[in-house]
């Protein structure tokens, strides 16, 4: 308790909105205006799709910062829907995890980062692929060989990663003289706002790991709300900005058609050849970074499972790097389905995949708010969601909203994620049933 409460006195609202920011701005903003616009067709419902996935993340980090002060313990995700719904559910939120949501994520990162640095270099378009495996293997070594590494990485990236987001918004809107509003995408797909919402949470995704920090704030009640409040509106309003300005210098359906390449050409356009790929080479940092995080911190939950006896060939994804002291068995594993997913579909692909698994788990942590409630009538919580019970409302239909769009629009993603979850079952119970015989033996 008394190291608990040292840690609290550390993190105060600066740093607890800026843990937001960090973790949350990545990839997507460069990487998503384009499939924003073609799944709605036109510029205006485009910046409503950034709008309601900005509502959606806001109430959910709202509601999962409820959670969190509950049940402050490591694991984060995982770690909550163990307490609430039992071992089993828990279990089947740390395989998806491990199996679909960390190496797609993984996957999708490296794809993008790959796909810019072919363009900035004029490499051949294959060879994408070969960047982005190479990068995702660069960091996974890299982080084997200690987190001090990773740490300096993800410093670095944060500073990186908001230069090219404060150059473009503020040049483009007023540099720009593209019409901004109601301007068709030139894409003759059908319309999908549940497509275009979810192509923004890919951008908004990150946002629970804010939540891991209650138990080290100074004044949780206070700090976590108001941090989250303003991070996640920093973010929107970035967001916003951004496309506003891209739309400004870029006509809708030329950022449609340039895709993951359209922020590089809108850099290109408002500071030159040289200027554009000073910015491009930002929003690479940006998305080194990011990938870098989730390098570092999703083989955790892979070797945390292992540890506790819940994954097939427990004993060798637990092992620890004798010299180095991080989990490298776990960290292969993850590099490994990383690049798997990585040869067999796209960067957008995969970005969709992830946000459906890791939603169907987030729908449940929502409605767990209700269920710890109900438990503790004693109303001694160090924070409660503001507006209860709208805001978590507002979080499960976000969630519902997500899973039924996906389900409708990518039926065999969907389906896919379905089916690796299910297969956790079985896999469950053969687990839980060896580790009970090994419990009775010890005792015996």
């Given at each position: 308790m008394n190291t608990e409460a040292h840690l609290k006195k550390n993190v105060?609202?600066?740093?607890?909105?800026?843990?937001?920011?960090?973790?949350?701005?990545?990839?997507?903003?460069?990487?998503?205006?384009g499939i924003v616009i073609s799944a709605t067709g036109n510029s205006t419902l485009a910046l409503w799709a950034w709008v309601i996935g900005g509502i959606i993340t806001l109430a959910s980090g709202l509601t999962i910062a409820e959670v969190s002060v509950k049940i402050p313990k490591t694991g984060g995700l995982y770690a909550y829907i163990e307490e609430v719904y039992g071992k089993m559910w828990g279990f089947l939120c740390g395989w998806v995890q491990t199996l679909i949501y960390g190496p797609a994520i993984m996957g999708a990162l490296g794809l993008y980062f790959g796909s810019l640095v072919a363009a900035l270099f004029g490499f051949s378009e294959s060879s994408y692929i070969y960047i982005g495996i190479?990068?995702?293997?660069?960091?996974?070594?890299?982080?084997i060989l200690g987190t001090q590494y990773g740490g300096f990485i993800q410093t670095v990236s944060t500073i990186g990663k908001l230069i090219p987001i404060a150059l473009i918004a503020s040049f483009g809107i007023f540099q720009g003289d593209v019409q901004i509003l109601n301007m068709d995408s030139g894409d003759a797909r059908s319309f999908s706002m549940g497509a275009a919402v979810l192509a923004?949470?890919?951008?908004?995704?990150?946002?629970?790991?804010?939540?891991?920090?209650?138990?080290?704030?100074k004044n949780p009640s206070k700090t976590l709300?108001?941090?989250i409040i303003t991070g996640i509106t920093i973010v929107i309003v970035s967001y916003l900005t951004v496309n506003i300005a891209m739309l400004h210098v870029l006509p809708a359906s030329k950022i449609v058609e340039l895709g993951p390449n359209a922020a590089s050409t809108a850099a290109t356009i408002l500071f030159g050849k040289m200027g554009g790929n000073l910015l491009t080479i930002g929003i690479l940092i940006s998305i080194f970074g990011?990938?870098?995080g989730k390098v570092l911190t999703f083989p955790r939950i892979t070797f945390a499972m292992a540890e506790n006896g819940l994954l097939p060939a427990s004993k060798i994804f637990a092992k620890i790097h004798p010299k180095y002291q991080t989990p490298m068995m776990a960290t292969l594993l993850q590099l490994g389905i990383a690049i798997l997913m990585m040869l067999l579909g796209s960067a957008d692909r995969l970005s969709d995949i992830a946000i459906f698994a890791v939603f169907s788990f987030?729908?449940?942590?929502f409605i767990a708010v209700f269920i710890l409630r109900k438990r503790n009538t004693e109303k001694t919580s160090l924070y409660q969601v503001p507006f209860f019970p709208i805001t978590p409302i507002v979080a499960i239909l976000g969630a519902i909203y997500i899973l039924g769009s996906t389900l409708m629009n990518t039926p065999k993603d969907a389906i896919l994620s379905i089916i690796i979850a299910l297969i956790g079952l079985p896999v469950y119970t053969i687990l839980n049933s060896k580790n009970k015989q090994k419990t009775l033996a010890k005792a015996s």
């Amino acid at each position: 308790m008394n190291t608990e409460a040292h840690l609290k006195k550390n993190v105060g609202f600066a740093v607890a909105t800026s843990l937001v920011v960090g973790t949350v701005i990545g990839s997507g903003i460069f990487m998503k205006p384009g499939i924003v616009i073609s799944a709605t067709g036109n510029s205006t419902l485009a910046l409503w799709a950034w709008v309601i996935g900005g509502i959606i993340t806001l109430a959910s980090g709202l509601t999962i910062a409820e959670v969190s002060v509950k049940i402050p313990k490591t694991g984060g995700l995982y770690a909550y829907i163990e307490e609430v719904y039992g071992k089993m559910w828990g279990f089947l939120c740390g395989w998806v995890q491990t199996l679909i949501y960390g190496p797609a994520i993984m996957g999708a990162l490296g794809l993008y980062f790959g796909s810019l640095v072919a363009a900035l270099f004029g490499f051949s378009e294959s060879s994408y692929i070969y960047i982005g495996i190479i990068t995702v293997l660069f960091l996974g070594f890299m982080n084997i060989l200690g987190t001090q590494y990773g740490g300096f990485i993800q410093t670095v990236s944060t500073i990186g990663k908001l230069i090219p987001i404060a150059l473009i918004a503020s040049f483009g809107i007023f540099q720009g003289d593209v019409q901004i509003l109601n301007m068709d995408s030139g894409d003759a797909r059908s319309f999908s706002m549940g497509a275009a919402v979810l192509a923004t949470l890919w951008a908004y995704d990150g946002w629970m790991n804010v939540g891991y920090m209650a138990g080290e704030m100074k004044n949780p009640s206070k700090t976590l709300p108001r941090a989250i409040i303003t991070g996640i509106t920093i973010v929107i309003v970035s967001y916003l900005t951004v496309n506003i300005a891209m739309l400004h210098v870029l006509p809708a359906s030329k950022i449609v058609e340039l895709g993951p390449n359209a922020a590089s050409t809108a850099a290109t356009i408002l500071f030159g050849k040289m200027g554009g790929n000073l910015l491009t080479i930002g929003i690479l940092i940006s998305i080194f970074g990011c990938l870098n995080g989730k390098v570092l911190t999703f083989p955790r939950i892979t070797f945390a499972m292992a540890e506790n006896g819940l994954l097939p060939a427990s004993k060798i994804f637990a092992k620890i790097h004798p010299k180095y002291q991080t989990p490298m068995m776990a960290t292969l594993l993850q590099l490994g389905i990383a690049i798997l997913m990585m040869l067999l579909g796209s960067a957008d692909r995969l970005s969709d995949i992830a946000i459906f698994a890791v939603f169907s788990f987030y729908g449940l942590a929502f409605i767990a708010v209700f269920i710890l409630r109900k438990r503790n009538t004693e109303k001694t919580s160090l924070y409660q969601v503001p507006f209860f019970p709208i805001t978590p409302i507002v979080a499960i239909l976000g969630a519902i909203y997500i899973l039924g769009s996906t389900l409708m629009n990518t039926p065999k993603d969907a389906i896919l994620s379905i089916i690796i979850a299910l297969i956790g079952l079985p896999v469950y119970t053969i687990l839980n049933s060896k580790n009970k015989q090994k419990t009775l033996a010890k005792a015996s």
